[in-house]
């Protein structure tokens, strides 16, 4: 069976679920996740600068991210595993600006997410998980920063009843340290 790349529209200006290219015979699969071409023929200028993976255990919450300066675009699938992934509208211009939007990233269902810059980006590991994250911009330690995954006024709905509730959050002192949106705001858009 073959599955060529499909590309969907979210509820975001220029953000995309993706179905990746995968081929299947009596081996198994041969999965292509990114070409240049493709995506610049469906509208995607996703130059790779950097490419990195995530190991974690069920319960875990990476979220939600930015780099402030040199913003990274995105190309985000869970190659093992399954996560919630979380996406939340930073451009102060956008009609969207503001809002969040989940997307269940598994190996079975292959999908993959475009973030665009200006988004914060997060997730919540549901199965030990690998994530690959194909960067159009490099990590720059010194920009990065992030939003309280719980914060009041995002109102994010992460899916706790999957790890056996909230009690089993794993967060890292980073990720509790994180500010509000309002703190955001006034550091950012004032």
Not at 148 to 167: A, C, R
Request: glycine fraction near 6%; charge should be negative; charged fraction near 30%.
């Amino acid at each position: 069976m073959i599955q060529k790349f499909e590309f969907c529209n979210t509820d975001f200006e220029g953000a995309y679920l993706i179905k990746p290219f995968c081929a299947t015979d009596v081996r198994g699969a041969f999965i292509k996740d990114y070409s240049k071409e493709v995506f610049e023929a469906n509208g995607l200028e996703h130059n790779l600068a950097e490419v990195f993976y995530t190991v974690s255990h069920k319960g875990v919450i990476r979220a939600l991210h930015f780099q402030r300066v040199h913003e990274q675009a995105k190309l985000v699938r869970c190659i093992k595993g399954k996560v919630f992934d979380v996406i939340v509208d930073l451009r102060p211009e956008s009609p969207t600006f503001k809002k969040w939007q989940g997307f269940c990233l598994s190996e079975e269902n292959m999908n993959e997410l475009y973030v665009p810059e200006h988004f914060a980006h997060g997730y919540l590991v549901l199965e030990p998980s690998v994530v690959s994250y194909k960067c159009g911009e490099k990590f720059y330690g010194e920009y990065d920063d992030g939003i309280m995954y719980n914060d009041p006024d995002l109102g994010v709905e992460w899916p706790f009843d999957e790890i056996g509730g909230i009690e089993n959050l794993i967060i890292a002192d980073k990720d509790k340290n994180l500010q509000t949106f309002k703190e955001y705001e006034d550091k950012y858009l004032k």
